[in-house]
């Protein structure tokens, strides 16, 4: 690629920051004139350059290998699958970490909210959910919105459906990612199903008016209705796009009923 492909690269990604040419100058040691340079291709940035850049515009890993490629460089990020030998140690952690959370739900998905793993708490979730929707591979998104889903067992769905469309939309904002918008696009345009009034009501508190300290998921299982509040995870200062765009997500009890009943299900 020439040098204007990642001038415009940068353009787009100080602009899509909201950062002035003379902001990022600051905060990368440089100057608003050489900023203007190579971002109109009159200047070649170098591997250092753009690297800095990249991290002053908090631009996702990878990202910042197609930034590398297109000044003329190596991409700097492995993308190791998963499933490759060399992430044995990060598979076993990951699975000690969510087995340690039962009986309470926990799981692990990528960037598009494809499932990589989950504990025997979603596994509870997702009884009774239809095959097709549990072939793989599995998707968070599309598991909790799908009318067929875990949808018609939220009783503040709305709520919920609001708070998961708006984590996508944030996301997007800050990544480029054709599937994670084709994947928006599909779980938004889902039908909500029809609830009582009741299920929208005192979403806000859990079971016998507990207080919660952030929105819960109220959903029901076996004519329990069980609160979480949710808590995601990423990996600190990441060297892999796959591990970059590994996210943990646990759900924590937001009542001593919920508490009492996924206990009592036993091991």
């Not at 787009?12 to 600051?26: F, K």
Request: glycine content about 8%; aromatic content about 6%; some cysteine.
């Amino acid at each position: 690629m020439t040098t204007a492909s990642v001038g415009a690269l940068l353009r787009s990604w100080r602009e899509r920051r909201g950062v002035s040419q003379l902001e990022l100058a600051g905060r990368a040691d440089s100057s608003s004139r050489h900023i203007s340079f190579v971002e109109t291709g009159r200047s070649r940035p170098s591997e250092e350059m753009v690297l800095r850049l990249a991290e002053h515009l908090d631009v996702p890993v990878r990202d910042r290998n197609a930034l590398l490629v297109a000044a003329g460089y190596a991409p700097r990020y492995a993308h190791t699958p998963l499933d490759a030998p060399a992430m044995g140690a990060l598979r076993e952690g990951i699975e000690r970490l969510l087995t340690g959370y039962e009986p309470y739900p926990a799981l692990v998905v990528d960037g598009t909210y494809t499932v990589v793993a989950a504990n025997r708490g979603i596994a509870m979730l997702l009884d009774g959910i239809p095959e097709e929707l549990l072939a793989p591979p599995l998707n968070a998104m599309r598991l909790t919105l799908h009318p067929r889903g875990l949808a018609p067992r939220i009783r503040n769905l709305r709520q919920w459906r609001g708070h998961l469309l708006e984590q996508m939309e944030r996301q997007m904002a800050l990544v480029r990612s054709e599937p994670l918008r084709t994947l928006y696009e599909e779980v938004a345009a889902y039908p909500v199903p029809p609830r009582e009034e009741e299920g929208e009501a005192g979403a806000e508190a859990g079971a016998e008016g507990y207080p919660c300290v952030a929105l819960p998921l109220r959903i029901e299982h076996e004519g329990q209705l069980l609160s979480f509040v949710s808590s995601v995870s990423t990996f600190n200062t990441p060297l892999d796009v796959t591990v970059a765009e590994l996210a943990i997500e646990t759900f924590l009890p937001a009542d001593p009923a919920t508490v009492k009943y996924l206990r009592s299900l036993g091991p």
